[in-house]
Structures are given as C-alpha cells and as structure tokens.
C-alpha cells in the first residue's frame, strides 16, 4: 500500500508539473510575431548606467521632479517601526554578496556592469553581466499570478505603451535587494522603459507596497547608454571566493594567492 501511495503521489506531482509547463507554453513563433518585434523600439544590445546613476533618486510619488527630496519613503506605522528596530541593530560584518548571494529586483538593475537586453517574440530578455544573472519580463498577454513563488526577482509581465515597456514584477522572497525600509510579500516594482535617444534608454523605477508605503515610492531614474561593439563579460562569483567568516563572526579575506607554489 505504501508503495502505490507513493507511485500515485508521484504520478500526480508529475502531472501537475506537465499542467503548469502547459499552462505558460507558447506556440513557436511565426514570422509575422517576428516582423511584430522589428517594430518594436530598438532596446537589443549591451548598455551600461552613467556613472551616478542618472537622476536623483529617493523621490515620493508626490514630490518626483522637485528640488528636495523628502528624509526616505514614506512608510506606514508599522513598518516605519520595523525600519527603526532594524536600525538600531548592528550590521553583520559578513554579507550576501561577498558570498556570492546576488542581488535582487530592483538592486540588479542598479549595479555599475553592463546588461544585454534581447527582444523575442512574448518575451524581453535581460542578461546582467552583473552574477551573470538572466531576468524574463514575459510581454505576451499574461496576466501577473496572483499566488506566486517568492524568488530574487520576482515574476516580471511587461506591456508596450506607445514607445515605453512598462514592466510590473510580484513574488519577491525576503533577501537584501538594495533597497533602505523593510517591505511586505504584497510589493510591486513597476519599471518603464524608453528610449530618450538613440542610443539612451531611460529606466524609471517605482516601489508599491500597500502594507509598507502609504505611496509609491520612486527610486528615480537610471540613465543606460548603448555599445553596439560590447559583449558582456563572465562574472562567475564563487570562482576563487576568498570571502569568510571566523568563528567570532568576523568577516576576514584570504588573499593568499592560490596559485603559487607552496612553500
């Protein structure tokens, strides 16, 4: 009995994977879904971010484009008393990116290394050359879930507004993503894109979240120039690590050269 139980179990993990897989799959794409994506704004290509980012960031939705940006965002009550617990802790010397744990939505996006954006039929694809880390902004007709998986990145469904992708991303898991005020599993990151030249993309970044902002919150936006002539590098961070943790808890490099003949 334990047996077919478990076979049975088993068959029905199975089928409810092959239902998902059938639930998101897309027919092959024809060559008027491709003649559809030559009309589509030109973002293929590798761009990098200005150094300093571009605008200012840190704006409310109430204040985008004033002079003075307000002291950070505008939080409810209670997560304004999480932001205060969690100031008064001391910061752990050791940290998720010196372990090579990679940043997530929106942090990617603010990192100093290249990214390569991809234009299929359904789909925007960026590769950052940042962890080598690979973002699907699904742009064919889905809806965003309503129950989803919390990852790094979220799920991102993009639509095209005239010449700008607006991108809305859920399902965020609770790591560092390189942002300053603790938020909620209901957070929404809305992203637009444009080109403000031809070779300029404009990257406008907002954070909505009902139980942590009493508004949306705008990080700004990050200004990208393109390279036609680049190609991403490797970043393979675990590759020679010589971060570590004592068992003090204090953070210590190696910086022994592990290729030298021992002595």
Same mark, same amino acid.
């Given at each position: ?174 790591? &560092?993503?390189? @942002?300053?005020? /603790? *938020? $909620? ?5 809305? =992203? !637009?894109? #444009? ?14 979240? &009902?139980?942590? @902002?009493?508004? /949306? *919150? $705008? ?5 990208? =120039? !393109?390279? #036609? ?35």
């Amino acid at each position: 009995m334990g047996k077919f139980l478990l076979g049975l179990w088993a068959a029905s993990l199975v089928f409810g994977l092959a239902a998902l897989a059938q639930k998101v799959r897309r027919e092959a794409p024809t060559a008027a879904d491709w003649a559809a994506v030559a009309k589509l704004p030109d973002f293929t290509g590798v761009w990098e971010t200005r150094l300093g980012g571009g605008a200012a960031r840190g704006r409310g939705a109430a204040g985008r484009g004033a002079a003075a940006r307000p002291a950070g965002p505008p939080l409810t009550p209670a997560y304004a008393a999480k932001a205060q617990a969690l100031a008064g802790k001391p910061k752990p010397e050791d940290n998720e990116t010196a372990n090579c744990l990679p940043p997530g939505l929106p942090a990617i996006m603010q990192q100093p290394y290249p990214i390569e954006i991809l234009l299929t039929p359904g789909q925007v694809t960026i590769v950052s050359e940042a962890y080598t880390q690979v973002r699907h902004i699904y742009t064919d007709g889905r809806p965003l879930p309503e129950d989803p998986d919390p990852t790094f990145y979220g799920t991102s469904v993009g639509r095209w507004e005239n010449d700008t992708l607006v991108v809305e991303t859920v399902g965020f898991a609770q790591t &560092p993503r390189g @942002l300053s005020f /603790p *938020y $909620s599993d209901k957070m929404k990151v809305l =992203e !637009r894109f #444009r080109l403000t030249g031809p070779n300029t993309l404009s990257l406008d970044t907002t954070i909505i979240d &009902p139980e942590a @902002l009493t508004q /949306p *919150y $705008s990080m700004g936006i990050r200004t990208f =120039e !393109r390279h #036609r002539n680049w190609t991403i590098a490797e970043y393979i961070c675990e590759e020679n690590n010589r971060n570590s943790v004592d068992e003090q808890g204090k953070a210590r490099i190696n910086l022994a050269n592990p290729d030298a003949s021992p002595r």
